[in-house]
């Protein structure tokens, strides 16, 4: 096992004008599970390319343990990956898929054969050891994908959305099975996926990324409670956060008819600030801002309310987002008071970064 | 009327359509070989008449090839030429492919380029300095000279070969590399039995073009011991002017072999065509 750290780490590719990954400084802790989510062209699977040597690194360092990996060929790192779309050997049965590094390296044939046993009855596989994957399921393909990783017993485990070729349910049941198996072989691995949810429930820390740069790295809770900027506010959380860009007067803003009477370490310099607040922790009934109701998304448990505020000449503002209680939410065209549960008001400046 | 038949009926008609035009379209292409066949089992009064079946059936003309012809010395020339050139074009234009494809080098689109473009030259063109070349070796009238040429690759297969390759994700590739692979090994153990499609439409293309040419073994070969089948079939021509019913039964006996490799290799090969994008 190791810890992978990223120094500065940066990556262009030719004829673009920005880096793909921007002096990105991570550490990743010995059999730590973090995750890099963002959205598309963030920058995740290049920092995760990067590890794997399959990027050059163009300035910075990445290390391996204490092992300067930057130049290393992708073979001598001894990391495995899981791809997006498995990459399995067609022309190999499902043994052979697994055993195939462990051939290259030279393991004897017991060896490669007890390994393998090992990998398929951790992951349910023993039936299928002959079949090709052609014959398998998405499902037991994207096991066969991790078999081939484990037997290797790698230092690091990379694993590139190796779940978005799954449908939704197979998802939630696969991701528990891979956080259970990463707690158990205690292997560093680096995740990437574009799910906020995949994030948040599998890694210990999770990397927010956005236009090659490193927006936040923090446990999931952290994250939620206190990200850094708000576009990892909006980011983490589903739905997203309401952000309010709203006018400073006197050290209060006022949403709708709603005063919000700003913390005293904010200070009233700027003119503007924006108030965020989750549709989770508002509460309806009592005082608050009035919020036009337009559409009842019924969920079950849940209900989500999405309208508009209502301001005080009567008129609708910008627009709000709010859980409700699921038996019984109020109903479309009619409106209600949302109280925003204490403590769970964030701040941003205009220019987006948290205010304490 | 039904609904099933509603539904039927239009799929019958399009059928009949379909298939009547697909037997006449296949008569064309087949009525030569049968004539060929009924000519070389009719007397030589008869082969000039326009019947498609011969009145008393001769066999015996084709054992007159076997006596006139030294049929399987050259049978085993054709064969040994074809297995020879075959092998070393799937192993060179599948090499040649895989670089063009796959590995990254200054130059590499200009040069596959100018190496495709050998195709727009002829065989006119080049066949004598081919010839020069080979008598300077002092290849000619040796069986080297009928391998060598092809040996080491074409425009064509390198160019259908790089394309089956480019077809195949670069996930796998990176896969092996991450597995601890070579660029050999990664052609040898995974590009190599992932693209047996594409070798195999390379393979029984070669094999058709070695075992129908002509032209090239008329140049290059003078003894009899080396000779192909096609020479020998000509050669045969020259000797026996007259003789159709024998030239047509040795012509069905050239054939045969081609039939067959095409008809081991027919599913591998339309799966090879349809997978290189070469249809349609």
């Keep these: ?356 | 009327m039904g609904l099933a038949e509603r539904v039927i009926k239009p799929s019958i008609v399009r059928g009949i359509v379909l298939y009547t035009a697909l037997i006449v379209i296949a008569s064309c292409a087949l009525f030569p070989i049968l004539w060929a066949v009924s000519g070389s089992l009719k007397d030589e009064g008869e082969v000039t008449t326009p019947t498609l079946f011969p009145a008393h059936p001769l066999w015996s003309n084709y054992r007159e090839v076997f006596a006139l012809m030294p049929f399987w010395r050259m049978f085993f020339n054709s064969v040994f030429y074809a297995v020879c050139v075959s092998a070393g074009q799937v192993f060179f234009c599948s090499l040649a492919g895989y670089a063009f494809a796959r590995l990254r080098f200054r130059g590499r689109d200009t040069l596959f380029v100018l190496y495709l473009g050998t195709l727009m030259v002829p065989l006119t063109v080049t066949v004598i300095p081919q010839f020069i070349l080979m008598r300077v070796a002092g290849l000619t009238d040796t069986p080297w000279a009928m391998i060598v040429p092809g040996l080491f690759g074409s425009a064509f297969g390198t160019y259908l070969m790089r394309q089956f390759f480019q077809t195949i994700p670069a996930e796998l590739e990176e896969a092996a590399i991450l597995d601890g692979c070579s660029p050999w090994q990664i052609y040898w153990r995974i590009l190599l039995p992932h693209a047996r499609p594409a070798v195999m439409v390379l393979a029984v293309l070669t094999w058709f073009n070695v075992w129908n040419d002509f032209l090239w073994p008329l140049l290059m070969i003078h003894r009899s011991s080396i000779a192909t089948l096609t020479l020998g079939l000509v050669r045969m021509q020259g000797e026996y002017v007259a003789r159709w019913p024998v030239l047509m039964a040795a012509s069905m006996l050239i054939l045969l072999p081609l039939i067959l490799v095409y008809a081991i290799a027919q599913r591998a090969f339309i799966r090879g065509i349809a997978v290189t994008g070469l249809g349609g």
């Excluded at chain 1, 790192?77 to 462990?102: C, E, I």
């Design chain 1, 1 to 356: 096992m190791a810890s992978v750290t990223f120094e500065k780490a940066t990556r262009r590719y030719p004829d673009t004008t920005r880096p793909a990954v921007d002096h990105l400084d991570l550490d990743v802790g010995d059999g730590e599970f973090v995750v890099l989510v963002g959205p598309s062209g963030c920058g995740k699977t290049t920092s995760l390319r990067m590890i794997a040597g399959l990027e050059t690194v163009d300035s910075g360092r990445i290390r391996i343990g204490t092992r300067d990996v930057t130049d290393d060929d992708p073979k001598d790192r001894d990391v495995a990956m899981v791809f997006q779309n498995y990459a399995l050997y067609p022309h190999m049965t499902v043994a052979q898929n697994m055993g195939f590094a462990l051939k290259i390296a030279r393991l004897t044939k017991a060896e490669i054969r007890e390994r393998i046993l090992d990998a398929a009855r951790l992951l349910d596989l023993e039936p299928y050891l002959d079949r090709k994957p052609k014959d398998l399921s998405g499902g037991q393909r994207q096991r066969v994908a991790m078999g081939r990783a484990i037997v290797r017993r790698p230092q690091v485990f990379l694993m590139d959305e190796p779940l978005s070729n799954l449908d939704a349910k197979l998802r939630v049941q696969t991701r528990n099975q891979i956080a259970g198996l990463q707690r158990r072989l205690g292997t560093t691995t680096v995740y990437v996926t574009h799910d906020q949810v995949e994030a948040m429930t599998m890694g210990d820390r999770v990397a927010v990324m956005r236009d090659g740069v490193l927006q936040q790295c923090a446990p999931p809770r952290e994250l939620y409670r206190s990200p850094v900027n708000m576009f990892v506010a909006e980011f983490i959380g589903s739905p997203a956060m309401n952000l309010f860009t709203l006018p400073v007067v006197d050290q209060s803003v006022s949403l709708g008819d709603w005063p919000i009477r700003l913390p005293r370490e904010i200070t009233a310099a700027a003119e503007e600030i924006v108030v965020g607040i989750r549709p989770e922790h508002f509460e309806i009934g009592g005082g608050g801002v009035e919020m036009q109701i337009d559409v009842v998304e019924e969920l079950g448990a849940d209900a989500y309310l999405h309208g508009r505020v209502a301001e005080s000449d009567n008129t609708f503002g910008q627009t709000i987002v709010a859980r409700a209680d699921g038996h019984n939410p109020p109903l479309r065209d009619s409106r209600v008071r949302l109280h925003p549960q204490p403590g769970h008001l964030h701040f941003f400046a205009a220019d987006g970064r948290r205010l304490p």
